[in-house]
């Protein structure tokens, strides 16, 4: 190793690499000569070319327009792009014809760099290479009558031969720096405004046709596919590389975008865009694994409001398709799918736990129909979650009409009734031991994003239940259950309760059950039939009689779930009751009866 070191040194310090230093740094110094000499004959060129060259550049910006080309004034940069020559425009504006009915200045520009071919320009002819446009506003403007000052661009006029001979301008380069880009279509009440911080963009041309690959650093202002709802992605900062094609054929741009950040989310984004006169349509497909309420400040304010009221703890799934029509008023279609799986999910009226589902949003639930909240759904399936820690099973539900919402579906439930104690107020129920099962089709309003009134058609079954009425001080056990909800009545059936020694055997019918439950409990009317070997009169009115009416206590903070029950009490204490009773020996004190059947209404 010393002896490599030693080499070195001495290779160094050799004549031989001093001379071929010293004509390194003679042919360095040349470069560099050359360069300033090229650039001093450059900047000479252009200080006695100056009219010429903006004559020329305004001859070929003026070729292209239906408008005004206005700039305050210009320079060249020395040494800046070279070897382009670079020519600084100041104070640039591009107004339309039609300017003075709309007031919307297409393009203003406190600078504008154009990097022109030098070749290009001593043979006479203008090539941009590049151009760089600094502090800066572009304002695309649509009318109600389709008129858009974009228009200004004059259509490209088809080549002959001799021109193809020639060489055409192009811009093979586009930078943007601190450029606010407002696109406003006043015929589909439609607002994209963005404060571009960066785009950088190198463009590939394939005769009319383009591609290129585009950074943009940018802050969504608006994103509004319809003005009186809001935007989307407000006030989002977006950064990411796009793959970006134009075929003239068609007029079709499209785009293609992977981990593209809005915010602090990562999305992959594939669109397209129509920009033919007749044919405006677009399309947008956005991936993504994000949280829920990250998602949902991403949508328009119609909407999240809405979704803020969830929440999903864990990252979820998402693909988001949005499709509609540029010119078109109202809303673009929007279809969200989205994968949970063992995750909690919160709801205004309680907590889901070890949660899994598949979950479709659709603004257009009836294809025939405009997009629109009440054109909206939530359709959800193969849910699996425990609420309460009670397990639920539902194979598809629908929440149907999000300006007035209605949820339908089926649920089905197979668990220990004890798990019921943490939904009931344990002043009313108790429950000790037992098994239920239940599939039950259900049908309910949400107002204000509460579950309200829910009615329930199918069937319970509860086997050797245990359990405490309290206010009537009843203690049942083993006693099995079956309800039959139907839309006509509620059909219960054998029942059979164990009191002290005795087996008694009760069904019963409740009419119109699904109606009167909520809005009238005092007009139900339940017909029992009640059969037992023994029973005792007095404690049997004792049941029956009303509960003594007790004091209002201090409020206290309760579950919303207590409502239910406190629901249940009021229709046990109003409804009427209607009893077919039969026993073999019935005592009333020291009277005794045998083999009777009477009939009761309480």
């Known amino acids: 190793m010393k002896e490599a070191i030693s080499k070195t040194k001495s290779f160094l310090q050799s004549d031989s690499f001093k001379k071929y230093a010293k004509r390194f740094g003679y042919f360095i110094l040349g470069l560099i000569a050359i360069l300033l000499l090229a650039c001093g004959g450059l900047s000479i060129y252009f200080n006695r070319n100056k009219a010429e060259i903006i004559a020329k550049v305004n001859t070929k910006i003026n070729e292209n327009i239906n408008g005004k080309f206005h700039i305050r004034d210009f320079h060249y940069k020395f040494l800046t792009g070279f070897p382009n020559f670079t020519l600084a425009l100041s104070d640039v504006e591009i107004k339309d014809n039609q300017w003075q009915s709309h007031k919307h200045t297409l393009l203003r520009a406190k600078e504008i760099e154009a990097r022109l071919n030098i070749w290009s320009l001593l043979q006479n002819e203008i090539n941009i290479h590049k151009i760089l446009i ?24 088809k080549k002959t031969q001799t021109d193809k001979e020639r060489p055409e301008t192009t811009i093979d380069e586009v930078n943007l720096n601190d450029v606010r880009v407002i696109i406003d279509n006043h015929l589909g009440h439609k607002l994209f405004d963005f404060d571009v911080a960066s785009l950088k963009s190198k463009v590939n041309y394939d005769d009319d046709s383009w591609q290129t690959n585009l950074y943009l650093n940018t802050k969504i202002n608006s994103l509004a596919f319809n003005t009186v709802h809001g935007s989307f992605a407000k006030e989002k900062i977006l950064e990411g590389n796009f793959d970006i094609s134009y075929a003239e054929a068609n007029q079709k741009i499209d785009i293609k975008t992977k981990g593209l950040k809005i915010g602090s989310d990562a999305f992959d984004i594939i669109a397209f865009f129509n920009i033919g006169k007749n044919n405006s349509l677009f399309g947008i497909n956005i991936g993504t694994d994000i949280l829920w309420r990250n998602a949902s400040n991403l949508l328009s304010s ?22 509609g029509d540029l010119n078109v008023e109202g809303n673009p279609k929007i279809v969200v799918q989205a994968d949970i799986r063992d995750n909690e999910v919160s709801i205004p009226d309680g907590l889901f736990t070890n949660c899994s589902f598949k979950g479709i949003f659709t603004n257009t639930f009836k294809p025939k129909e405009e997009s629109s909240d009440p054109n909206s759904a939530i359709i959800l399936t193969n849910f699996k979650a425990e609420y309460e820690s009670i397990p639920l099973k539902i194979t598809q539900a629908v929440i149907n009409n999000l300006e007035k919402p209605i949820a339908t579906g089926v649920v089905n439930s197979d668990f220990d009734i004890s798990k019921l104690n943490g939904m009931m107020n344990e002043k009313i129920l108790h429950f000790e031991s037992g098994h239920a099962k239940a599939n039950l089709k259900f049908q309910f309003d949400i107002v204000d994003l509460y579950i309200n009134k829910p009615k329930f058609t199918g069937d319970v079954d509860i086997a050797d239940a245990t359990f405490d009425y309290v206010p009537k001080k009843i203690h049942a056990e083993k006693t099995a259950l079956q309800l039959s909800f139907t839309q006509e009545a509620l059909y219960i059936k054998k029942i059979a309760y164990k009191h002290k020694k005795n087996i008694i055997r009760i069904d019963g ?3 119109n059950f699904l109606n009167l439950y909520y809005d009238a ?23 029956l009689q009303n509960s003594p009416k007790q004091k209002v206590a201090e ?24 009893i077919n009773l039969k026993a073999d020996n019935i005592t009333y004190g020291a009277l005794t009866a045998t083999n009777t059947g009477p009939q009761s209404r309480c």
Do not use: H
Request: net charge positive.
């Open 509 to 511: 019918k409740i009419d």
């Open 555 to 578: 409020k206290k903070p309760v579950k919303k779930n207590v409502n239910f029950t406190n629901q249940l009490r009021s229709v046990i204490e109003k409804c009427t009751a209607v």
């Open 134 to 157: 600094n502090d800066a506003d572009i304002y695309i403007y649509k009318a109600e009558n389709g008129y858009s000052n974009a228009n200004i661009f004059k259509p490209k006029q």
């Open 521 to 543: 409990p005092e007009k139900m009317v339940v017909n029992w039939n009640i059969y037992c070997p023994n029973i005792d009169v007095k404690q049997f009115l004792g049941v």
């Open 302 to 323: 119609n909407i999240s409001s809405k979704l803020n009221q969830f929440d999903i703890k864990k990252p979820i799934k998402v693909n988001c398709d949005i499709k």
